[in-house]
């Protein structure tokens, strides 16, 4: 039996970007989160390296604006740079007053201090770190808090199928006001509702067949929102990490970097180098420029994987150093200190994502969007390292403060209809979901990859179109499960990415095309606009009954 629910604050997503969220709001609003699989299976818990903010006196504010300016070539909001530049040290300090234990280590004067480290693209030493599993620290902090909380109700395994806007079901006024969430363990798509409503959904970067996220990032948020009335920006900026161990039971195990700056050598599978033909810093060039001749070379060969070759450096530094490197490996049957290691790039972050403002809202009234699925102007067309769980925290803050700002006067929304099952059946045939899913992963991983010609895209976008209309007829016809759900909002964020890709005729930052090689000197953003919500009377009807979402659905 569907149920109904109404909170304050409805946040929809368990990672840092939700749970920071959640806590920021929580002395005042009663607050329900919701996780389509365990509280913590987000990205958030696998971030290894950290999260960045000024702290060191050699450092400065200016310098962070800068560095991150120039990793987001040309396409960064400068305003909004500088505003999560400047809340950085605070952010941090939440953190640590909710309990996360940064690494330490003794200053000059004696006393303790936090521990910072430097990684790519950062000209300071300032990213903060509990070891080699930040995110764990955060996560594993955020969700003992959040269960602490007298006001926070969480709702795991509960998968959010779309939005509530007034609009669509012919409730008078503009805006969300929750959504139809399926409950994984009855079956059920029960109603939540609450005058404001966040998305913190993380990633997309499911959409390739490789990557370094776990199941979940499949952009659920931004393919909401679009359908919701927002508008989206940037799709095409997708990083790849290099270096993700290739094997068929490795699911996203990302093979550090720092192999090869231990002096890892990357080799075709006959053994040759070839990183030497794409940049004169060879294995050392940056993450970008290896993950596109890695690519280069796995096309220009028909290659499933290339080799990472750390077998020459001394056994017992491999041991020291990597020993959860060679211990994952060695359950792979991999012995690197003897052998190569297979490897591949992989779909690492989602640049782009739902415009908001510095608030974190939509354009939806009622609607945030926060962490991984918005597009803020941070990143632009490309993200820095440990950028980005700043960003989560920073945002986070800042949506529960306008939150807070207008929670006194919020009236409860009027009741929303329930959805309605009523005419549709059992599939019998749930080999059209993962055939689909596989094909879609596989599509646009060799044509809307890291290196892309328009014959691809084209190539893309026409597989793209006949999947969403066989995805769409299945959806309107079977009951839904979490997996449909999932490949639907997949496949449309794939049409996203690649009109996104389409309409940038320059190569910058992430985004780089044989055909339009070059960069543009006049910098702009990606922004695509659904077309409008109407209110069609036979429309709102059938959606009173379950059926507009089912058969109207972008
Ligand atoms: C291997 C790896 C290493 C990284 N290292 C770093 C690093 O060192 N520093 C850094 O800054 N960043 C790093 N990142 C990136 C960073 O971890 C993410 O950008 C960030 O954690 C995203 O947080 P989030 O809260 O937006 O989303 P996530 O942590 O991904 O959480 C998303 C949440 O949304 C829920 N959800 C999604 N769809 C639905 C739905 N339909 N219904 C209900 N719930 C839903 C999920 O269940 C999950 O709870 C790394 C990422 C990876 C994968």
């Avoid at 970067?205 to 659920?220: C, E, R």
């Avoid at 393919?223 to 094997?247: D, I, K, S, Y």
């Avoid at 929670?407 to 009741?415: K, V």
């Amino acid at each position: 039996m569907p149920r109904r629910f109404t909170f304050d604050v409805l946040i929809i997503g368990s990672g840092a970007a939700g749970l920071a969220t959640a806590l920021g709001v929580s002395d005042r609003a009663r607050v329900a989160v919701l996780s389509k699989d365990a509280l913590d299976a987000g990205s958030t818990n696998w971030a290894q390296g950290g999260i960045a903010a000024v702290l060191d006196e050699a450092d400065d504010l200016e310098a962070h604006v800068a560095d991150t300016l120039v990793a987001g070539a040309g396409l960064c909001h400068e305003d909004t740079v500088r505003y999560v530049v400047s809340e950085g040290p605070g952010a941090v300090q939440w953190l640590v007053d909710q309990g996360v234990a940064f690494d330490k280590e003794s200053g000059p004067d004696g006393g303790e201090r936090f521990h910072l480290t430097q990684e790519g693209g950062h000209s300071h030493r300032r990213i903060l770190h509990a070891a080699d599993a930040t995110g764990t620290a955060v996560e594993s902090t955020l969700v003992g808090r959040v269960l602490a909380s007298p006001n926070i109700t969480v709702f795991e395994q509960h998968v959010a199928v779309d939005l509530i806007i007034r609009e669509k079901v012919g409730l008078p006024g503009s805006g969300c006001i929750g959504a139809h969430v399926l409950d994984r363990g009855t079956g059920s798509i029960d109603v939540f509702q609450a005058p404001f409503v966040v998305l913190a959904t993380g990633g997309a970067s499911k959409v390739y067949l490789y990557t370094s996220n776990p199941d979940g990032s499949t952009g659920d948020g931004i393919a909401m929102a679009w359908r919701a009335g927002c508008r989206v920006a940037n799709m095409e900026f997708n990083q790849f990490h290099p270096t993700c161990l290739f094997h068929p039971e490795a699911k996203s195990f990302l093979v550090s970097e720092a192999l090869r700056g231990e002096g890892g050598l990357l080799r075709l599978p006959d053994g040759e180098r070839f990183m030497q033909r794409f940049d004169e810093r060879a294995e050392l060039a940056p993450r970008d420029v290896v993950a596109r001749a890695i690519d280069h070379e796995m096309k220009r060969l028909g290659a499933d994987c290339l080799h990472l070759d750390v077998s020459h450096l001394d056994a017992d530094v491999l041991r020291d150093h990597f020993p959860n490197i060679l211990a994952r490996c060695r359950d792979f049957g991999i012995d690197i200190t003897r052998e190569p290691i297979p490897v591949v790039p992989a779909a690492h972050y989602t640049c782009g994502g739902i415009v908001t403002d510095l608030d974190g809202r939509t354009d939806v009234p009622g609607l945030y969007a926060v962490g991984e699925c918005a597009s803020t102007g941070l990143h632009g067309a490309n993200r820095m390292a440990s950028n980005s769980l700043l960003e989560c925290v920073v945002f986070a803050r800042a949506a529960s403060r306008d939150v807070l700002r207008q929670l006194e006067g919020a009236e409860a929304p009027p009741e929303a209809p329930a959805w309605d099952e009523s005419q549709v059946t059992d599939s019998d045939e749930d080999v059209v979901i993962s055939h689909n899913w596989d094909e879609l992963r596989r599509f646009m991983w060799d044509y809307v990859g890291i290196v892309r010609t328009d014959k691809r895209l084209e190539r893309a976008e026409h597989r793209v179109r006949m999947l969403r209309r066989e995805i769409h007829e299945y959806y309107s016809n079977y009951k839904i499960s979490g997996d449909l759900v999932e490949l639907r909002n997949l496949a449309l964020v794939a049409d996203l990415i690649i009109q996104s890709a389409r309409s940038r005729r320059e190569s910058r930052g992430l985004h780089y095309t044989l055909d339009c090689p070059e960069t543009s000197p006049a910098a702009r953003d990606t922004v695509l606009t659904p077309s409008p919500i109407r209110l069609d009377v036979r429309a709102a009807r059938a959606w009173r009954t379950g059926a507009l979402e089912r058969r109207g659905g972008a």
